[in-house]
């Protein structure tokens, strides 16, 4: 899983088909050490403060500045309490897989890891917010969850100290749009997953009103190597601007597909031929979504681009989660266009009109062109719809995330659709 590249502090504890580390054994490794550090020596502003200077930014695909999130958040004897962390498991991003490795292959890293974000940001109370068909990484953190109370690592007095946690594992009914924070914190308060006016951010009204802190489980996990290790550290694991690893992904008709942590900013070529293997044999590459379903194709032209959300952005996409899907030769670009389509409409929780109504008539259109029934004005209608579905003209970003493959398609494959509609059939279906 790590490749040739030996600095992995999110996956060194990881192997493949074994059993988790238990409390013991992750302690033997330096598992709670963090915990220790920052409860003894650091107050909860220089744990922030540490995290920020690392340059550790959301891995949940925004990229937003961690330490900066944190830093919203109000402290102090005047905070209003209590004051919520809220670890996003909640992983329903197509071709994205990076957190449930986290969770399966080593818990008590994530348990550690918000332990110490929760003091980090004087949280009173703790949630993991879960994919309900993540069933064994629910029953792993519920095992590490034991064991850390059981050795006083988890609950009241923390290790002695004056900082106490109350920690909760909630699965989720299982919607796309819970990985939106405001819809997550309105699912997590039993209501309709429907996204929230912002601002107020959650970090200064959140859950039930209160202060609430939304972080990836990927980002989380990072916490504990920089508070062990030090920012400079951090930010050395890195080729880009962007501190630390990332978990990247690729899934289709590659070789080896699979996940792998490298450092920040490794270029997506070297991602897919040396880690991937490259293409299975009698395809060739075509394109990849870079970070989940949600974003715009590239294609060979980009294959050099380094993976940071930077770098993705300057040439039309984004990083996102960094679970790339692969476009072969064999594969209708229309058809897979359509499936996504598919997905986001059934998954618009319905608040705004655009989503709700815009993104079932682009898949009844995508529908028709891949049937055979498309018209060449089709097209522009298509073309239409992402700009009236694109940021700035829904109510979140859900239906701009569902245009962004529809938008980068029409852009590098209009040659398919255009021959989907001349021809009257699918020609990969001939």
Same mark, same amino acid.
């Given at each position: 899983?790590?490749?040739?590249?030996?600095?992995?502090?999110?996956?060194?504890?990881?192997?493949?088909?074994?059993?988790?580390?238990?409390?013991?054994?992750?302690?033997?490794?330096?598992?709670?050490?963090?915990?220790?550090?920052?409860?003894?020596?650091?107050?909860?502003?220089?744990?922030?403060?540490?995290?920020?200077?690392?340059?550790?930014?959301?891995?949940?695909?925004?990229?937003?500045?961690?330490?900066?999130?944190?830093?919203?958040?109000?402290?102090?004897?005047?905070?209003?309490?209590?004051?919520?962390?809220?670890?996003?498991?909640?992983?329903?991003?197509?071709?994205?897989?990076?957190?449930?490795?986290?969770?399966?292959?080593?818990?008590?890293?994530?348990?550690?890891?918000?332990?110490? =974000?929760?003091?980090?940001?004087?949280?009173?109370?703790?949630?993991?917010?879960?994919?309900?068909?993540?069933?064994?990484?629910?029953?792993?953190?519920?095992?590490?969850?034991?064991?850390?109370?059981?050795?006083?690592?988890?609950?009241?007095?923390?290790?002695?100290?004056?900082?106490?946690?109350?920690?909760?594992?909630?699965?989720?009914?299982?919607?796309?749009?819970?990985?939106?924070?405001?819809?997550?914190?309105?699912?997590?308060?039993?209501?309709?997953?429907?996204?929230?006016?912002?601002?107020?951010?959650?970090?200064?009204?959140?859950?039930?009103?209160?202060?609430?802190?939304?972080?990836?489980?990927?980002?989380?996990?990072?916490?504990?190597?920089?508070?062990?290790?030090?920012?400079?550290?951090?930010?050395?694991?890195?080729?880009?601007?962007?501190?630390?690893?990332?978990?990247?992904?690729?899934?289709?008709?590659?070789?080896?597909?699979?996940?792998?942590?490298?450092?920040?900013?490794?270029?997506?070529?070297?991602?897919?031929?040396?880690?991937?293997?490259?293409?299975?044999?009698?395809?060739?590459?075509?394109?990849?979504?870079?970070?989940?379903?949600?974003?715009?194709?590239?294609?060979?032209?980009?294959?050099?681009?380094?993976?940071?959300?930077?770098?993705?952005?300057?040439?039309?996409?984004?990083?996102?989660?960094?679970?790339?899907?692969?476009?072969?030769?064999?594969?209708?670009?229309?058809?897979?266009?359509?499936?996504?389509?598919?997905?986001?409409?059934?998954?618009?929780?319905?608040?705004?009109?655009?989503?709700?109504?815009?993104?079932?008539?682009?898949?009844?259109?995508?529908?028709?062109?891949?049937?055979?029934?498309?018209?060449?004005?089709?097209?522009?209608?298509?073309?239409?719809?992402?700009?009236?579905?694109?940021?700035?003209?829904?109510?979140?970003?859900?239906?701009?995330?569902?245009?962004?493959?529809?938008? =980068?398609?029409?852009?590098?494959?209009?040659?398919?659709?255009?021959?989907?509609?001349?021809?009257?059939?699918?020609?990969?279906?001939?």
């Amino acid at each position: 899983m790590n490749g040739k590249f030996m600095a992995t502090p999110l996956t060194q504890n990881i192997t493949p088909d074994r059993e988790p580390l238990d409390i013991k054994q992750y302690q033997q490794v330096g598992g709670y050490q963090a915990l220790r550090k920052a409860l003894r020596e650091m107050s909860p502003q220089e744990v922030q403060q540490t995290v920020k200077d690392s340059k550790l930014r959301g891995r949940g695909g925004a990229g937003f500045p961690t330490g900066m999130k944190w830093s919203f958040i109000p402290m102090g004897d005047d905070a209003p309490h209590p004051k919520y962390l809220i670890a996003n498991a909640d992983e329903m991003e197509p071709g994205t897989f990076k957190d449930r490795l986290l969770m399966e292959g080593d818990p008590h890293q994530l348990l550690e890891a918000m332990i110490v =974000s929760s003091y980090a940001t004087q949280a009173d109370v703790a949630y993991i917010f879960l994919r309900d068909e993540y069933k064994l990484a629910a029953h792993r953190l519920k095992q590490a969850a034991q064991e850390a109370r059981e050795q006083g690592l988890l609950g009241k007095h923390i290790l002695g100290s004056g900082f106490s946690l109350e920690f909760h594992i909630h699965t989720s009914a299982g919607r796309y749009i819970c990985g939106e924070e405001t819809a997550l914190v309105t699912s997590l308060e039993g209501k309709r997953a429907i996204p929230r006016q912002k601002p107020p951010y959650p970090q200064t009204c959140g859950l039930w009103g209160k202060p609430t802190v939304v972080n990836n489980v990927e980002t989380l996990c990072n916490v504990p190597h920089i508070i062990n290790h030090g920012a400079e550290w951090y930010q050395n694991l890195s080729r880009s601007e962007d501190g630390g690893t990332k978990i990247y992904g690729t899934s289709g008709r590659v070789k080896r597909p699979g996940a792998w942590e490298l450092p920040m900013g490794t270029p997506i070529r070297e991602i897919l031929e040396e880690y991937a293997g490259g293409m299975q044999e009698g395809y060739t590459f075509r394109g990849l979504l870079p970070g989940g379903a949600s974003t715009d194709f590239l294609v060979e032209e980009h294959l050099e681009t380094p993976m940071d959300f930077d770098a993705v952005m300057k040439v039309g996409s984004r990083m996102g989660t960094g679970g790339m899907i692969i476009l072969d030769d064999k594969t209708c670009p229309v058809a897979m266009v359509l499936n996504l389509e598919r997905f986001f409409a059934q998954e618009s929780c319905g608040w705004c009109t655009p989503c709700r109504d815009g993104l079932p008539w682009v898949a009844h259109i995508l529908q028709a062109i891949e049937e055979g029934r498309g018209q060449m004005e089709d097209l522009e209608i298509l073309e239409m719809h992402t700009q009236f579905l694109g940021p700035g003209k829904t109510f979140c970003m859900h239906a701009p995330g569902a245009m962004e493959p529809l938008q =980068s398609a029409l852009k590098y494959f209009r040659e398919d659709f255009e021959q989907h509609i001349r021809e009257q059939h699918c020609p990969w279906r001939s």
